[in-house]
C-alpha cells in the first residue's frame, strides 16, 4: 500500500504517512489578471526513512519556482523575530565572534534581520541568498550579499576567496534544501576547524505534539530531530554538539554542529535524544497518529467555518502565511467562507492566495469594520499580532485557532 522514495539524506527507504493531496506554491499569490488555469500544483506527501529516520517531503518542487526575484517573505516583518535574531547576533558577538577578524556566513539571510546587527558591530560578514528582491533589502542596509543559492560548490568559492568561516548560520533555511548533502559538504569545507554550523528549523516533536500540521508546505522539505540531525552530521565528519528549544515560529531546535571531536558534546543533546525515544518520533504508528489528529481538525475547522458562514456572521483570515497554503487547500477553505486575509506584507497585498483564492488586503482593511470572527493563519506571531489588535477583541471580535486543535478564544 504505502508509497516509497529514496532518502535524501541517506539513500535509505522513506514510508509514506500522510497525504496532504495536491498543492500549490505556498508563497505564489497571484496578481490581479494572472491566469488561475496557469498554477503550479504538486503532491504534498510526507514520509519517514527507515534508516535515519529523517522525516521529509516525498516530492520536491524546482528551487527556482520558490526561490527568485519576487520571494514574499520578510523576515524583519515580526518585532519579536527582530527581537529574537538580535538577541542570537549579541551571544554570537559575545562567544564565537572574539578571535580576531572572525567571519560569518549566513546561509539564507533573507532582508539581514540577524546579519545587520553584526554588520553594524563591524564584524566581516556574508549573506548567501537566492531571492534577488529579499537580497537587495539587506544590501541596503550595508550587509554584504551574494545572490546565489548555497551548496557544495558555493561555499567552495567562498573559501577561496575569505577563508574559513567561524560560524556558519542558517535559520529556518536549511529545511528548505533538499539537496541537503551538497549544502553539509560545503560547510563541511569552508568551516575552521574551530567552528561552528548553527542553525535553527522546526522540530518534529513539536509538530507532531501540537498536530501544527501547517508546517508542512512546499517550502519545508526536511522535518529535523536530534536522531536525524545527529546521523545526518556524523555522514560528513561533523557532530551535533549542543541543541537549544526555541519557542519561535510553533517550536523549534537551534542545533550546533561542530568537527566530529573538536567540541564535548553538551548534556542536553543526550536529553533531548531520549525524549524522542520515549516519544516514539522515529516510529511509523505516531506520525501515522498524527495524519489521524490532522484530519480531525480538518473535520472541525471546516465544519465551524460552515456553521458561522450559514449563521451569516463574517469570517476574515489573519496572516497570508505560507503555511496556511496547507490548511485552506487541505481543507477546501476559499472566499465563500473566508472573505480575505489581512496581511502586513506589501507584496502580498493586492493579490490572491495560491490554490483557493482569497483576496489578501491590508491590515487596515480588518477594521473596516472588524468581522465577527478572525481565523489567526499567523497563530506562531499570536502574541504580537492579539495584541496589536486588542481593539477588535474591545469590538466583540473573536479569534479562531486551529493548532492544536480548533478553538475559538
Ligand atoms: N533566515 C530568515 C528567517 O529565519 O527569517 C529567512 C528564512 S526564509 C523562510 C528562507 C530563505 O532561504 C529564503 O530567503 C530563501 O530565498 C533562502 N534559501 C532557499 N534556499 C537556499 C539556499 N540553497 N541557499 C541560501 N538560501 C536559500
Ligand atoms: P510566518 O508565520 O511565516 O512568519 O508569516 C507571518 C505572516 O503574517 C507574514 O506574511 C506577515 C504577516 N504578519 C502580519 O500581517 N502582521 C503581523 O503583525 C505579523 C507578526 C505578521
Ligand atoms: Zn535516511
Known amino acids: 500500500m504505502s508509497n516509497t522514495s529514496q532518502c535524501r539524506v541517506c539513500g535509505g527507504t522513506v514510508h509514506e504517512f500522510f497525504d496532504f493531496g495536491r498543492q500549490p506554491l505556498s508563497d505564489a499569490f497571484l496578481a490581479p489578471g494572472s491566469d488561475l488555469g496557469q498554477e503550479f500544483f504538486f503532491r504534498l506527501a510526507t514520509g519517514l526513512c527507515e534508516a535515519c529516520t529523517m522525516v521529509q517531503l516525498m516530492e520536491e518542487v524546482p528551487r527556482d ?16 523575530m527582530r527581537d529574537h535574531f538580535e538577541g542570537l547576533a549579541k551571544r554570537l558577538l559575545a562567544t564565537e565572534l572574539t578571535g580576531e577578524d572572525p567571519f560569518i556566513v549566513e546561509v539564507g539571510c533573507n532582508d539581514g534581520v540577524m546579519l545587520r546587527a553584526l554588520a553594524e558591530a563591524g564584524v566581516r560578514h556574508l549573506g548567501v541568498e537566492p531571492s534577488g528582491g529579499v537580497a537587495d533589502l539587506a544590501a541596503e542596509k550595508g550587509i554584504r550579499v551574494r545572490k546565489s543559492f548555497f551548496e557544495e560548490s558555493t561555499a567552495k568559492e567562498i573559501l577561496a576567496a575569505e577563508g574559513h568561516a567561524d560560524v556558519i548560520y542558517a535559520a529556518n533555511t536549511l529545511c528548505h534544501i533538499p539537496y541537503i548533502g551538497s549544502v553539509l559538504s560545503g560547510v563541511a569545507a569552508l568551516l575552521a576547524p574551530t567552528g561552528v554550523f548553527v542553525f535553527e528549523d522546526p522540530y518534529l516533536s513539536d509538530i507532531v505534539e501540537r498536530t501544527s500540521f501547517d508546517q508542512i508546505y512546499d517550502e519545508h522539505f526536511f522535518f529535523f530531530t536530534v536522531r536525524s540531525v545527529g546521523a ?96 485552506t487547500n487541505l481543507c477546501g477553505i476559499g472566499p465563500d467562507l473566508v472573505s480575505f486575509v489581512c496581511d502586513s506584507t506589501p507584496t502580498k497585498q493586492g493579490r490572491l492566495t495560491p490554490g483557493t483564492h482569497i483576496p489578501v488586503r491590508t491590515p487596515e482593511d480588518f477594521a473596516r469594520p472588524y468581522p465577527d470572527y478572525a481565523l489567526l493563519f499567523a497563530w506562531n506571531h499570536a502574541e504580537e499580532i492579539m495584541a496589536k489588535e486588542q481593539e477588535f477583541r474591545d469590538a466583540g471580535g473573536k479569534w479562531i485557532l486551529y493548532v492544536p486543535d480548533v478553538r475559538i478564544v
Open 65 to 80: 519556482r520558490m526561490f527568485h526575484e519576487e520571494y514574499p517573505y520578510y523576515s524583519s516583518g515580526s518585532a519579536y
Open 232 to 327: 545526518m552530521a556524523a555522514a560528513h565528519g561533523l557532530e551535533l554538539v549542543d541543541v537549544e528549544r526555541l519557542p519561535v515560529h510553533g517550536g523549534e531546535v537551534r542545533y550546533t554542529l561542530a568537527p566530529a571531536g573538536s567540541r564535548q558534546p553538551s548534556a542536553a543533546v543526550a536529553e533531548l535524544l531520549a525524549e524522542e525515544d520515549a516519544r516514539g518520533l522515529g516510529e511509523t504508528a505516531t506520525l501515522r497518529r498524527f495524519g489521524e489528529n490532522v484530519l480531525k481538525i480538518r473535520e472541525d475547522l471546516t465544519a465551524l467555518l460552515r456553521r458561522l458562514r450559514d449563521e451569516g456572521r463574517s469570517v476574515v483570515g489573519y496572516g497570508a502565511t505560507a503555511k496556511s497554503a496547507t490548511v
